[in-house]
């Protein structure tokens, strides 16, 4: 099956400064790529996607790139706000079923 | 109103005792799915069901189970409950139609469960 390996948190950042979350991934076949994000006291809802090959997935100033070669999809955003605080999960999703694999969560912190 | 709903949100109960937690949705996805999460360990699918007659199991089923009342409605169960199964524990949806690529999955809000 898939797996899928986080950089471990938490990571503590100052607002305004530049975020990387690092994501690798094995997976059967030509997997779909996830990032989900859990605030404080809620379910997890989707963040960005791609599906296939040097896709670039957005939103809300976030990207991640799909790296076949490297089998990486890591999270970026230049410029993270207080509100940015979370719990990240980084989710390929491959097979005939699509159910995608959660890693283990890295926890984002920022401070004002 | 919220999509996806989970009731109880909270739960206290003592070991051996059996525990139903039910989850509603309103999106009309025929796909639903039980995952438990544990600090440090991520999400982990128990269970999850493509349609009314279609239940699987997932990574960890064991001491669990479930039903499919309607497409709607998927209960969790746990039939005797055990401290270790002290949990956060989330339903989630998908849409079929849009298997594959778009298999966006939509999440309810958890239900907290802790077993003494």
């Known amino acids: 099956g898939d797996s899928v390996t986080q950089m471990e948190g938490p990571v503590t950042l100052s607002e305004e400064a530049f975020l990387t979350i690092n994501c690798t991934y094995t997976?059967?076949?030509?997997?779909?790529l996830f990032w989900y994000v859990q605030y404080p006291g809620e379910g997890l809802q989707l963040l960005l996607k791609?599906?296939?090959?040097?896709d670039k997935g957005s939103n809300k100033g976030f990207e991640a790139t799909y790296r076949k070669e490297t089998t990486s999809f890591h999270l970026e955003k230049g410029s993270v706000q207080v509100s940015d605080s979370a719990v990240y999960f980084c989710?390929?999703?491959?097979?005939?079923?699509?159910?995608?694999?959660f890693g283990r969560g890295t926890s984002l912190i920022v401070h004002p | 109103d919220a999509d996806v709903t989970q009731t109880p949100r909270n739960r206290i109960t003592k070991t051996g005792k059996r525990i139903m937690l039910e989850c509603s949705q309103t999106?009309?996805?025929?796909?639903m799915y039980w995952y438990r999460q544990d600090p440090g360990l991520g999400l982990r699918l128990i269970y999850y069901?493509?349609?009314?007659?279609?239940?699987n199991k997932g990574e960890i089923s064991d001491g669990y189970s479930v039903s499919r009342q309607a497409q709607a409605k998927f209960s969790l169960s746990l039939e005797s409950a055990i401290p270790n199964q002290t949990a956060l524990y989330f339903c989630?949806?998908?849409?079929?139609?849009?298997?594959?690529?778009?298999?966006?999955?939509?999440f309810g809000p958890g239900t907290r469960l802790t077993v003494l």
């Open positions: 989630a949806t998908s849409d079929p139609s849009k298997r594959g690529v778009y298999n966006e999955q939509f």
């Open positions: 997976a059967t076949g030509y997997p779909s």
């Open positions: 791609a599906t296939k090959a040097d």
């Open positions: 989710a390929p999703a491959s097979g005939g079923s699509y159910i995608p694999t």
């Open positions: 999106k009309g996805h025929d796909r």
């Open positions: 069901s493509f349609d009314v007659k279609d239940i």
